[in-house]
């Protein structure tokens, strides 16, 4: 019988939270939750970024150290994209990891071959007024450790995925520059690298203590970027808010010596190229 | 006292009781359920996310056996995992053999327990075990496919469309389910009905003297790597066998100079089968392996430090101790794994 009283205290306390929420849903009638886009503009330094194939020496870019380049391909993961605002209002875009690549939420690839991929479409966003986000590039321990994934990280659907260090290369860009070290290699069954490419792929996503007295070398390659806009959106049904963020390739090369970085495809040869990523991705402008 | 309230909470918690009640009896055997031995750790498979079903396993198995997932038919995983070794492979492969006749670098190493491994090959490149048939289907010297073309190929057969239908519930086969399939079978790969395993949890067995010695002196001179019941503590640690490493190993995958010449501790369950021995297959039997613990093993700078002692490199063994230690090694041979019809190509 205790315990049949217990249950009714319980019952009777949980009933009146409800009748409390819904009074204060009577006093202030709430908008609907809305919607963001935020698009991510591809840029070399202040250009956009003009795709050249593998092979064609057509450099339309040359850096600080007259190394002239250009890009052939590109892709990166966002995932884990927060959005908050100056009263404490917060939205978190659901992660799930599943075979079902209609379920899987919470990651994106933005890839330069499918044309739309650099424009993320968040929806159900709690209404109110946010002037910051934050988002990982790549995708961490708890997106790899889920295992097999459909969708956008479907290996056999172009997701980056490293096979022999299992996990996705968070940030990768390839193209040709005029003094690249790299050599033709012919892989077999159609596949081959060309003379004077490069290939930067930024993956890694364990931290592995070094013994005493050695650098750590097996780096987690995770980074994630936080940006404040320079106003506040509205967001709530009915509204298009944009937020526009560049991601300037020209910082990532800054320094680059492409006679003898041209293959990159290792955590520990990936690292100083994460380390910039913070610089890469820049606030640009929103607007409703 | 018996207000209306009370009446209909007294009523609710009748219903939440009866419920409850209905949840008692037991469920017939199913032989697709996994289950964890009672002297096993917990597994560390996301199991919530690709639980096994009798549809999945069946489709993991037709895969694991079937060519398909190599480039040209000529080889699949049951080329170098094969059930009568633990799903090691064949002693006649030292190496592992792909399409082609390529040659691999390292002794393809048994797929039991899995579910419980944090990590995976020798040098744990690979950290779920959803990942693992990734890296056999691209590389070169294994089957040397790519993933979309596996794809491709199952999805132009009628059977494997009907058997992803059964088993997922999807009209069009995807790589992620294809490793979901794969999981499922090798994740039923459990072997713990060995000798030592029906001793170890009083199930009736019992080992000889001189298998109990062996036990006694294996944890005492091995045990300190080859722990717990899976007989491996899922390090990587240089155990001596060479001074120059053209496979650095663990090096491969942590870039770490003091990762050069470790690979990982092997789990020794089955290990009688399982020849031969050491990521390279150095060693033929289980004598050759304790005879280099004892006095073959040589220097390099990444030396597991367990192996250095005052009169040199190894560990003290007296040939009495070698011989009890195999005895016992002998008793974590699972018979009825290997004679399992379970895993039986259909």
């Not at chain 1, 052939?72 to 799930?96: R, T, W």
Request: charge should be negative; hydrophobic fraction near 40%; glycine fraction near 8%.
């Amino acid at each position: 019988m205790k315990s049949t009283i217990k249950f009714l205290f319980a019952f009777l306390a949980i009933a009146s939270l409800g009748l409390t929420a819904c009074n204060k849903d009577d006093d202030a009638p709430a908008k609907d939750p809305g919607t963001l886009s935020i698009l991510f503009d591809n840029k070399l330094g202040d250009k956009g970024i003009s795709l050249k194939d593998f092979g064609d020496k057509t450099f339309d870019y040359t850096d600080a150290n007259g190394q002239a380049f250009n890009i052939s391909l590109f892709a990166y993961y966002i995932s884990a994209i927060e959005l908050e605002g100056p009263g404490g209002v917060k939205h978190i875009d659901p992660l799930k990891v599943t075979a079902n690549a209609s379920e899987v939420t919470g990651y994106y690839h933005v890839i330069s071959t499918t044309p739309g991929s650099n424009v993320i479409n968040l929806s159900g966003i709690e209404p109110g007024t946010y002037n910051k986000i934050r988002f990982t590039v790549g995708v961490d321990e708890s997106g790899v450790q889920e295992g097999a994934a459909g969708g956008v990280l479907d290996p056999a659907n172009g997701a980056w995925f490293w096979n022999w260090n299992a996990g996705y290369i968070g940030f990768g860009v390839e193209g040709n520059a005029s003094n690249s070290g790299q050599e033709y290699v012919d892989w077999g069954n159609g596949f081959e690298t060309l003379e004077g490419t490069y290939a930067i792929h930024v993956g890694g996503w364990k931290d592995v203590e070094p013994q005493p007295g050695e650098d750590p070398k097996f780096v987690n390659n995770i980074k994630v970027i936080e940006l404040d806009f320079d106003s506040s959106i509205k967001i709530e049904d009915g509204l298009s808010p944009q937020a526009h963020i560049n991601v300037n390739f020209e910082e990532l090369l800054k320094g680059i010596d492409f006679s003898a970085t041209y293959a990159v495809h290792r955590p520990d040869l990936g690292k100083p190229f994460a380390e910039k990523l913070v610089e890469v991705f820049e606030f640009d402008h929103v607007h409703q | 006292m018996t207000s209306p309230v009370v009446y209909w909470a007294c009523l609710v918690l009748t219903v939440f009781v009866s419920c409850s009640d209905e949840d008692e009896p037991t469920l017939p055997v199913n032989r697709y359920e996994f289950r964890v031995p009672e002297n096993f750790p917990q597994p560390i498979y996301t199991f919530d996310n690709n639980p096994v079903t009798k549809a999945g396993f069946d489709l993991g198995k037709a895969l694991f056996y079937d060519p398909i997932l190599s480039r040209d038919g000529s080889a699949s995983c049951n080329n170098c995992h094969i059930q009568a070794t633990a799903f090691a492979d064949s002693p006649v492969h030292p190496l592992s053999v792909g399409v082609d006749n390529r040659l691999g670098i390292r002794n393809a190493p048994p797929l039991t327990n899995m579910a419980f491994f944090p990590e995976f090959f020798w040098d744990g490149g690979v950290t779920h075990l959803d990942f693992v048939p990734i890296n056999a289907i691209e590389a070169d010297f294994e089957l040397d496919e790519t993933v979309e073309n596996v794809v491709a190929k199952l999805n132009a057969n009628k059977k494997y469309r009907d058997m992803f239908r059964d088993a997922f519930d999807i009209e069009e086969v995807t790589l992620p389910y294809t490793l979901y399939a794969l999981s499922q079978f090798t994740n039923m790969m459990v072997s713990a009905n060995s000798k030592y395993d029906r001793y170890i949890r009083n199930e009736g067995g019992s080992l000889t003297a001189l298998e109990l010695e062996g036990l006694a002196t294996f944890s005492e001179k091995c045990g300190a790597c080859h722990s717990g019941e899976l007989f491996t503590d899922f390090s990587y640690r240089n155990n001596g066998l060479d001074s120059t490493f053209a496979d650095t190993g663990r090096n491969r995958i942590t870039a770490l100079n003091s990762d050069i010449g470790k690979f990982r501790v092997p789990s020794l369950r089955n290990v009688a089968l399982t020849a031969p021995y050491m990521h390279n297959a150095r060693f033929k039997t289980l004598e050759e392996v304790l005879d280099h613990y004892d006095n073959g093993m040589v220097y390099y700078e990444t030396i597991d430090e367990t192996f250095v002692n005052q009169n040199g490199l190894g560990i003290d063994l007296e040939e009495t101790d070698k011989a009890a230690i195999i005895a016992f090694l002998n008793t974590l041979t699972d018979f009825d794994f290997v004679q399992d019809t379970l895993f039986f190509r259909n």
